[in-house]
């Protein structure tokens, strides 16, 4: 049976593997998503058919449907711009598991557990808690509950240091110590109440924009602690099933901060966006564009590159943008969607909104090619997105934003620039593409400016 159960075991970490190989390209990540589950299930079946691991069929059928009803219902209600949030849950919910796990172990006997053991036991617990409080604090900024800002006050670091420092040491005296019933209880919750309130200060300074990093590296931590607990309950599955979640979960984290130009200790660490910048070319004034005129200059055009932004997402624009390309392709121009890798609020947030309005993938540019060839592109149609095309990243050297690669919108020879006033980006900067000669503002709504876009080609 245990031969059986280890080879179910290793199907299901095949599967996970495959199925994460696959969410890197849109048109094979729904699978990706299937296989991962697939082996999941797989993974349960194989642990139920282990009857050493449960206690008794009743818990676990009521947890089971408990789990799998609140699970289907997020999933079904969520939101496309509420998934951060939903993630930040799930990662929290995965944190608590397994520090449970840790603790329920530790109930079980933590002095008959050999110096190994208890290391990954008390590791398993203090990665959980502060997985868990970083998580319910990240989702409650993400969904508004909790104000979004950056927190930064006076002696913040040193908190959080000591916090730090007391975890280090009542988890390294939990191993070393003696053991003594009473005093390893007492190392453990002091541990873990150390764990619980640093997840909660360390997200404290870190602002509402930058939650997505934060959710991605939460991710990780998640990751670790289920792989922590799958060595404290032996459990193989467990093990690779965690340090694929830490190890995917770190790589999504340093790609997200490379392509914003910042390391992950500024992202932790410097209170970006607590307060206002006002760094950004302020000169020139914007010029606002008709819908009319806006239709002349795009039926003339040969080739537009669309460039969507947080703002799409925002105005759920997705569909009529969708629209306005196929009846610019009706009438001969070449039409190409670029997305910035951090454009919106999440990794493949715009692509995943184009895919649900079925925009070809053959469409999507990457910004590295659309790039050189963009002072040959007739129209740049800039749909909500700000700091993405942000040109002060290329040479002002005083902006938050310089060496952040961008799309270099600019560079066409006409931009129209969507968005409903002269409200500045995730950043909090100026941008001065707004302000450049060869930009045309259409203020408003994107949604509403996309669909009277589309209204006067079906009429015209
Ligand atoms: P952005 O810089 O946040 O700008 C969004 C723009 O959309 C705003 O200027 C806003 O201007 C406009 N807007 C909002 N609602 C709108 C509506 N209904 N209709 C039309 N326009 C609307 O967006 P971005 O260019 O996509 O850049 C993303 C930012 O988020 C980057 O700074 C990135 O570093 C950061 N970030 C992204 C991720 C990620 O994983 N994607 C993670 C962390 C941080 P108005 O108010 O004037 O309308």
């Known amino acids: 049976?245990?031969?059986?159960?280890?080879?179910?075991?290793?199907?299901?970490?095949?599967?996970?593997?495959?199925?994460?190989?696959?969410?890197?390209?849109?048109?094979?990540?729904?699978?990706?998503?299937l296989i991962s589950s697939i082996g999941m299930l797989l993974a349960v079946v194989a642990t139920l058919l282990n009857g050493k691991v449960f206690v008794s069929w009743p818990w676990i059928v009521g947890g089971l449907v408990l789990g799998a009803v609140i699970g289907a219902v997020a999933a079904q209600r969520v939101e496309m711009t509420e998934m951060p949030e939903l993630v930040a849950l799930f990662n929290g919910s995965g944190g608590l598991a397994s520090m449970l796990v840790g603790v329920a172990e530790h109930a079980k006997g933590a002095t008959t557990l050999d110096n190994f053991t208890q290391a990954v036991l008390i590791i398993t617990v203090l990665i959980g808690s502060v997985t868990f409080t970083g998580s319910v604090y990240a989702w409650g900024k993400l969904s508004g509950k909790l104000d979004g800002k950056a927190k930064v006050f006076e002696g913040q670091h040193k908190i959080n240091a000591a916090l730090f420092g007391g975890v280090v040491v009542a988890g390294a005296l939990y191993v070393l110590l003696p053991s003594n019933p009473f005093l390893l209880w007492m190392l453990l919750i002091l541990a873990a109440a150390a764990s619980l309130a640093l997840g909660w200060t360390g997200v404290m300074p870190i602002g509402g924009g930058d939650m997505p990093v934060v959710v991605s590296l939460l991710n990780s931590l998640s990751g670790l602690a289920a792989s922590a607990a799958g060595f404290v309950i032996q459990n193989n599955v467990?093990?690779?099933?965690?340090?694929?979640?830490?190890?995917?979960?770190?790589?999504?984290?340093?790609?997200?901060?490379?392509?914003?130009?910042?390391?992950?200790?500024?992202?932790?660490?410097?209170?970006?966006?607590?307060?206002?910048?006002?760094?950004?070319?302020?000169?020139g004034e914007m010029k606002p564009a008709t819908?009319?005129?806006?239709?002349?200059?795009?039926?003339?055009?040969?080739?537009?590159?669309?460039?969507?932004?947080?703002?799409?997402?925002?105005?759920?624009?997705?569909?009529?943008?969708?629209?306005?390309?196929?009846?610019?392709?009706?009438?001969?121009?070449?039409?190409?969607?670029?997305?910035?890798?951090?454009?919106?609020?999440?990794?493949?947030?715009?692509?995943?909104?184009?895919?649900?309005?079925?925009?070809?993938?053959?469409?999507?540019?990457?910004?590295?090619?659309v790039n050189p060839n963009m002072p040959m592109v007739d129209v740049a149609i800039v749909i909500g997105a700000n700091d993405v095309v942000n040109p002060d990243a290329l040479d002002d050297e005083g902006s938050p934003l310089y060496g952040m690669p961008i799309i270099r919108a600019h560079e066409a020879r006409t931009v129209y620039a969507l968005k409903r006033g002269k409200g500045r980006g995730f950043s909090g900067v100026v941008n001065p593409l707004f302000l450049r000669e060869n930009t045309r503002m259409l203020f408003g709504d994107a949604k509403d400016t996309i669909s009277a876009l589309v209204t006067e080609f079906k009429d015209t």
């Open 1 to 33: 049976m245990s031969a059986l159960i280890d080879f179910f075991y290793i199907i299901s970490a095949i599967l996970f593997i495959f199925g994460i190989k696959m969410l890197g390209s849109a048109d094979t990540a729904r699978r990706g998503n």
């Open 238 to 283: 467990l093990i690779v099933a965690g340090c694929l979640v830490g190890a995917s979960g770190l790589i999504l984290t340093i790609i997200m901060c490379k392509a914003m130009n910042r390391t992950l200790w500024n992202v932790l660490f410097s209170g970006f966006g607590a307060t206002e910048s006002s760094s950004g070319t302020q000169e």
């Open 291 to 369: 819908i009319e005129d806006a239709y002349y200059v795009l039926e003339a055009a040969s080739s537009v590159v669309v460039i969507p932004g947080y703002g799409m997402a925002m105005a759920q624009a997705q569909h009529a943008v969708k629209e306005l390309g196929t009846l610019l392709e009706e009438n001969g121009t070449e039409v190409q969607y670029c997305i910035h890798p951090v454009a919106g609020r999440m990794p493949g947030h715009m692509n995943v909104l184009l895919a649900e309005a079925d925009v070809p993938y053959e469409q999507l540019v990457e910004m590295e090619d």
